[in-house]
C-alpha cells in the first residue's frame, strides 16, 4: 500500500446525493479492497490502481475551518468517495480534525463508514445537535465479507458499532447495500430484527452498481468458492430483475416493523 500526504485547495465540494449539501473526503484512495466499488469509475481511474494507494490530505481540517466562515452551512458527507474510517486515519485523525472544525459551526453531519474505528469519535459526534452515523454492509455472514471486503472491519464490529451509538443522541442507520445475492426472501424477517436489535433507525437498500470491471472483479475475489461465485453470477448477469422481489419484500417488512427503509438511488 503506497501512502502519500498531499495538499488540497478545497474541502467541501457540493453533492448530489440524496440528503447532503457537501461532501468531505479526508482521504483519495482505500485500503479496504471491496471487489465491486464503483468509486475507480467514478474518478476516472483504472481499476488495478484502485487499493494500491491511499492520499491523505494533510492540510484539509485547515481548509475546512477556512471554508466554513465563508460557505453556507449544509448537511456535510463524510465521506462518499473513500472511506472516511480506513485505518490510515487511526494514525492520522483527519477525520477527527475535520470533525472539530465541523462541530464549531454545528454543522450537521452524515457519516458512512464501513469501519467500527467511528466508535472512536463518539464524543465528538454525540455533541453535534444533528449527527448520523450510517454503516454500510451487505450481508450478514462475515465469511462473504472476508472475500469481498477483505480490508474492512468485520460484520460483528459493524453491528457492536450501532449498537454503541444507539445509546447516544446520534441516528443510526444502515446503508445495506450492495445486497449481496446470498439473501433470500426468507432471510429477509430475521434480518430486519437483527438491525432492530442494534438500535438501526432506517436502513438505505442499494444493488451492485456494474461499471466496467466491477463484474470481472467481484468474480475473481469470489474463485475460492465456486459455488458462492455461481451464485453471484447469476444475480449480477440479471442484476435489475433479481433485486426486485427482495426491494419489495425488505419495503413491505420494514413497514411491518416501523423501521424506514428507502432507496439509495
Known sequence: MKITEISCKTALSPSKLPGLDYSLNPYRGCSHHCAYCY????????????????????????VLARELTKKKHGVVGLSTVTDPYQPLEKKLRLTRYCLEQLLRH???????T??????????????????EVMISMGTLHDEER??????ASSIKS?????????DTTVKTSVFFGPIYPTLTPH??????DTFLEYGVQEIMIDRFHLKPGVAADILAALEPTPPLKARFQ?????NQSSYSRLYDLLHATGKQKDLTIVDAF
Open 114 to 131: 464501513k469501519s467500527s474505528l467511528v466508535q472512536r469519535d463518539i464524543d465528538i459526534l454525540s455533541r453535534f445537535t444533528k449527527a
Open 158 to 166: 459493524r453491528l457492536e458499532t450501532l449498537r454503541c451509538f444507539s
Open 187 to 192: 432471510d429477509i424477517p430475521s434480518l430486519v
Open 146 to 151: 472476508q472475500l469481498l471486503e477483505p480490508g
Open 234 to 238: 447469476t444475480t449480477l448477469q440479471n
Open 106 to 112: 454545528d454543522v450537521p453531519v452524515s457519516v458512512q
Open 39 to 62: 468509486v475507480p469509475h467514478v474518478l476516472r481511474l483504472p481499476r488495478k490502481t484502485w487499493g494500491s494507494f491511499v492520499e491523505a490530505k494533510k492540510n484539509i481540517p485547515t
